[in-house]
């Protein structure tokens, strides 16, 4: 059973920074994509960004490309997300999402099918 856990996120004012982070605990090896969807109130998950495990690839979600980038340190089974230039419309709840196959298929509306997330962690921009 792999668990996934979240911290960071919290409160901004729009063209401000958060970072997240994500550590996997259990069954994680296999896990060939891991990464983050978002989902605001009455809205279906957006999958943001995703990093290849083993590889190192990154995938971004067109709305984010150049303000957030995703790392990971795969010695602490951790993943990042550092958010920067927020704007109100980055509100949501964030995810951290691991999954198997092609790591773009999970973003955008893809991120539906992703398996495994963790808890959430509320990111809020103010204008």
């Known amino acids: 059973q792999a668990e996934l856990v979240e911290s960071g996120g919290g409160s901004v004012q729009a063209g401000g920074s958060l970072g997240l982070s994500c550590t996997a605990s259990g069954y994680t090896n296999a896990f060939d994509c891991m990464g983050w969807f978002r989902q605001a109130p009455d809205k279906e998950r957006e999958g943001v960004a995703f990093i290849d495990s083993s590889g190192g690839s990154t995938d971004y979600v067109d709305s984010v490309k150049g303000r957030f980038t995703i790392s990971q340190d795969n010695t602490k089974r951790t993943v990042y997300l550092q958010m920067n230039s927020l704007k109100p419309e980055d509100t949501a709840m964030y995810y951290c999402?691991?999954?198997?196959?092609?790591?773009?298929?999970?973003?955008?509306?893809?991120?539906?099918?992703?398996?495994?997330r963790g808890q959430g962690t509320q990111v809020t921009v103010s204008s």
């Open positions: 999402a691991a999954d198997w196959g092609r790591c773009s298929a999970y973003l955008g509306r893809g991120a539906q099918s992703v398996n495994y």
